[in-house]
Structures are given as C-alpha cells and as structure tokens.
C-alpha cells in the first residue's frame, strides 16, 4: 500500500505563486510515474503534470510555462510550483503515484487531494 500526503494548497491572488508537495510513504518500492491532477466543481479530473523516476516530464497545454513538476527521489517527495495563477486553475489538486508490479499490473494510488483557489 502506497500513502500520498499532499500540502500546501490555500488562497492566492491571480499572477500569484504556490507550491504543492507530496509525500510518499509505506511500499513505494516500483513506483514509477508520479502526478498531480485536478478537478474543479462540476468537471472531470484533469492532468495537470506527471513526472516519471527518470524525471521526464509531462505537462498539460493550460499549464505549460507556469507550472513546473519535479521530484526527490530520496524524500520520496514531488512538486508542483506554480506560478502566473490563473482563476481557472481553482480547483482541488490530487497527487497520484503509478506503482508497476511485477506480474505488469498497474496500480494507482490517489492523495486526499488539496485545495487551491484563486481569486481575480
């Protein structure tokens, strides 16, 4: 079993900056891919960014040049700065870790989620 511990969400004025940490913990031996995803009221999950253990990158169109994932494989930790906020980037952010068992099965594992707002 994975735990996904997210922090650092709240309310920020837009062009402002935050960023969202995730700690992982208990079996998270083979976890490749880590991610942050969000849903705002009335609207599917999104991706937002992922990053795999190599620390490539993927990033959705709308956050592309604002937000910047990265990972400490040694903390078990990933990131999400974001800069240049939008009020469309409101919404509950969730991390996500993709764990690649040995039989090929993939199991993913979702944080509690954090809330970001902000304002115009």
């Known amino acids: 079993q994975v735990r996904l511990a997210e922090s650092g969400g709240g309310l920020v004025q837009a062009g ?7 700690a992982a913990s208990g079996s998270i ?13 009335g ?8 990053i795999t253990s190599g620390g490539t990158t993927n990033y959705a169109d709308s956050v592309k040049g ?4 990265s990972r400490d494989n040694a903390k078990n930790t ?16 969730y991390c996500r870790a993709d764990k690649l068992l040995s039989d090929a099965t993939l199991n993913i594992y979702w ?10």
């Open 16 to 22: 402002g900056s935050l960023r969202l940490s995730c």
């Open 29 to 41: 031996f083979s976890i490749n891919a880590m991610g942050w995803y969000r849903q705002a009221p």
């Open 43 to 50: 609207k599917p999950r999104e991706l937002v960014a992922t």
């Open 66 to 69: 604002r937000f910047t994932c």
């Open 78 to 93: 990933v990131y999400l700065q974001m800069n240049s906020l939008k009020p469309e980037d409101t919404a509950v952010y």
């Open 111 to 120: 944080g509690q989620g954090t809330q970001v707002t902000v304002s115009s």
